[in-house]
């Protein structure tokens, strides 16, 4: 018994410290983005952008896969608001920006959970988690967002 409790204990501590070493690892992402290419505007989150194609990525575009941005102040740090409706799933990006450089670190990924019969569908939705969880590089340019990845893989989003 006095086993079970000591391998209890250490299982406990094993999945703390990966838990937190996790979290560390988080904390060193960051996203390069020019500040003046996402306006802070009350507006900016009304304008919905529909995924348009993968950068170099052999996927096929679904309909109805959704974007909005939003931006906004919160102390001394600006958070960024990217969310939407995926192949099956809603999901929610925050990342925050550091307002000396520009770099962006994403701090939460957040999706529902729902299955759908189609492993094809599935699994295209999570190549699109994935490019968007691990985006570099977000530019806005006129109707279009750009996330990238790395410099060859991402996604387009365009409001047309």
Do not use: W
């Not at 529909?50 to 740090?77: F, K, M, P, Q």
């Not at 929610?92 to 990924?109: C, D, H, K, Q």
Request: net charge neutral.
């Amino acid at each position: 018994m006095k086993n079970l409790i000591y391998a209890y204990a250490l299982m406990l501590v094993a999945v703390c410290c990966h838990s937190i070493t996790q979290k560390e690892e988080e904390k060193g992402r960051s996203v390069m983005v020019s500040r003046d290419s996402i306006k802070a505007t009350a507006d900016t989150s009304a304008i919905i952008y529909h995924l348009t194609g993968y950068l170099n990525h052999e996927s096929t575009v679904y309909e109805g896969i959704t974007l909005t941005l939003s931006r906004e102040a919160r102390a001394d740090d600006r958070y960024l608001l990217l969310k939407g409706r995926a192949h099956i799933n809603r999901y929610s990006a925050v990342y925050i920006e550091n307002p000396e450089t520009g770099a962006l670190r994403n701090m939460e990924f957040v999706s529902t959970r729902m299955a759908a019969a189609d492993t094809t569908l599935m699994s295209a939705e999570q190549t699109f988690f994935d490019l968007l969880q691990n985006a570099r590089e977000i530019s806005v340019s006129g109707k279009e967002i750009r996330l990238r990845k790395d410099q060859h893989n991402g996604l387009l989003f365009s409001t047309e």
